[in-house]
């Protein structure tokens, strides 16, 4: 393989503005980028949207790139999973903040009456306290999967545990919300 070929003499005719050395780039790492991006995402639109804009804070990023830090493909993938690590925790933060959203509050039907309403309300409240006293590598599981609709294949790819795991965490997490609800209902 002569330097044309190596990413580092990709990188160097990229950073002098040769387009074909940038798609050949591209075109060597989008596989591993898209991995790393799903494993983290865990659905594939997603991934392929991070994917592109890993791809593009690569390009505007491409001075910063210095072959004494590593080989390009290391440096890549250490961009990818610091981009895919903050899009997780951005999700993450926004499954949060709709949590404490009224997300289980339906309208009320023009046949439900002020009762019917109030004990809508009740009962929303009630599961969000629930949700909310589990701990958190429980109720994240238990969203994603009952008030998401994730599967749970996915569910186990975005928080990188085994699929048994998930499996095993969301049936907890809906024994103890149970127990939690019914024990406010017996009260």
């Known amino acids: 393989m002569n330097l044309n070929d190596s990413d ?3 990188v160097h005719r990229c950073r002098a503005g040769d387009q074909s050395a940038w798609r050949e780039l591209v075109g060597r790492h989008t596989r591993r980028v898209f991995a790393i991006a799903y494993r983290y995402l865990g659905r594939v639109e997603d991934a392929e949207d991070l994917t592109q804009e ?4 690569v390009y505007q990023g491409l001075d910063r790139y210095r072959e004494r830090d590593g080989a390009f493909p290391a440096w890549l993938g250490t961009v990818a ?6 899009r997780y925790r951005q999700r993450r933060e926004e499954l949060l ?3 404490d959203e009224p ?4 309208l009320p039907s023009r046949a439900d009456g002020p009762y019917q309403a ?4 009740e009962r929303v409240r009630l599961v969000h306290r629930g949700l909310q006293a589990l701990p958190a590598n429980i109720r994240e599981p238990l969203v994603m999967c009952d008030l998401q ?3 749970y294949e996915d569910i186990a790819e975005a928080l990188g545990v085994p699929l048994g795991t998930v499996k095993s965490r969301i049936n907890r997490g809906r024994v103890e919300l149970a127990k939690r609800l019914l024990g406010r209902v017996r009260r």
């Open 97 to 99: 903040r709709a949590r």
């Open 81 to 86: 999973r610091n981009h895919a690590i903050d």
């Open 54 to 57: 890993v791809f593009v804070k």
């Open 103 to 106: 997300f289980l509050e339906q």
């Open 149 to 151: 609709g994730l599967a």
């Open 118 to 121: 109030l004990e809508r309300s």
């Open 8 to 10: 580092s003499g990709l």
